[in-house]
Each structure stands twice: as structure tokens, then as C-alpha cells.
């Protein structure tokens, strides 16, 4: 007599479906991380002068990059080294072993929603810093606006470019360090 199978609880998502929803919680975190971020600047730069509009924009600047640079290492790092550190229950392993599961949907949400935003709120940062710039210069100069912005985008693509061979080089070390950071948040 045949023993009747147990039913599978859990249903694997279709391709096109999982898709979907994949999609619809990119443009839920994007929406939220973009308004959040926004609101920040926008508060702190609320009266502030160039200088701190400048610390601003190179922290949005840096952050894109950081981010960029685990999105980067998450898809070249070989997952062997971690399974060995898991087993020694080294910190952040088994975040790490998480990442590198999931390197796709890590690296969208490092590269594609975190990097673009801060690509975003880099941009209307410089167009604060060129009105600043502009009142105190007392002129409405468009060199003044085409500088920054060749500025900014420089400062970011150079900076993105520089950081993409150091992700694929030490693609261990910075997976390493984003499972050990992640840690923090997931002490058992």
C-alpha cells in the first residue's frame, strides 16, 4: 500500500510572477529609501552653507560608491572560503553565505537602487551648491552650474570606475566585511 505523499506547503513562485513582485518591492524600497534620503539632505541642508552642502554631496558621493563596490564583489566572490568560515562559526559567515545566495538581488539593490539614488540626491545637492554659489558670486553664471555638474559626475563615475577592479580583487575581503557588518544586526 502506497503511503500518500504530504502536500508541499510552500509553492515556488513563478519566473514571471516572482519577477513581479520582485520588481514591485525594488520600486517600494527605492520610493521609501529615495524619499528618506531626500528628507535628510534636505534637513541638514536647510540654511547650511557650501561647506556642509559640500560634505553632503561627497557623502552621498561615497556612499553610492561603497555600495557599488559590494554590488560589484557580491557577484565575483567564490562562496568556498565562507562555507569554511561558517563551519568555524566565524562572525558574519553565514551573512555573507546570505549575500552571495542572493548576489543577484544584492547587487540590484547595492548597485541599481542605493547607487542610483544617491546618484539622484548627488545631483540636487550640486544644483543647491551652484544656487549657493551663484547668491554668494552675486552672478547667474551657466559656468558655474557646468562645473559643478561635470564635477559631481566625475567624482562619481571616476570614483565607480576606480572602485569596480578593487570589488573584483577583493571580492572576499569586502563580502567578508559586509557579512560582519550585517552581523551586528543578527546576533542570535
Known amino acids: 500500500m502506497k503511503q500518500a505523499q504530504p502536500k508541499k506547503t510552500e509553492k515556488k ?13 525594488v520600486f517600494c524600497m527605492a520610493v521609501g529609501l529615495s524619499a528618506v534620503l531626500s528628507l ?14 559640500l560634505l553632503i554631496l561627497t557623502l552621498f558621493i561615497g556612499l553610492g ?33 546570505g549575500l552571495l545566495k542572493n548576489a543577484s538581488r544584492v547587487s540590484s539593490v ?7 539614488i544617491c546618484g539622484i540626491v548627488s545631483g540636487a545637492t550640486g544644483a543647491v551648491i551652484v544656487t549657493q554659489l ?3 558670486m552675486n552672478t547667474r553664471s551657466v559656468f558655474i552650474s557646468v562645473a559643478v555638474t561635470a564635477l559631481v559626475s566625475g567624482l562619481t ?8 577592479t578593487f570589488a573584483m580583487k577583493q571580492s572576499t575581503k569586502v563580502v567578508y566585511w559586509a557579512g560582519r557588518f550585517l552581523h551586528l544586526f543578527h546576533r542570535s
Open 134 to 136: 551663484q547668491r554668494a
Open 110 to 116: 547595492c548597485n541599481d537602487v542605493v547607487g542610483d
Open 65 to 97: 560608491i561603497v555600495f557599488d563596490v559590494i554590488g560589484v564583489a557580491v557577484t565575483a566572490a567564490d562562496a568556498r572560503p565562507f562555507h569554511s568560515m561558517a563551519a568555524h562559526k566565524e562572525k558574519g559567515a553565514k551573512e555573507a553565505l
Open 157 to 164: 563615475i571616476g570614483g565607480k570606475a576606480l572602485s569596480k
Open 40 to 53: 535628510a539632505s534636505e534637513f541638514v541642508m536647510d540654511g547650511a552653507g557650501v561647506a556642509v552642502a
Open 13 to 25: 513562485k513563478s519566473g514571471a510572477t516572482g519577477q513581479y513582485q520582485w520588481a514591485l518591492t
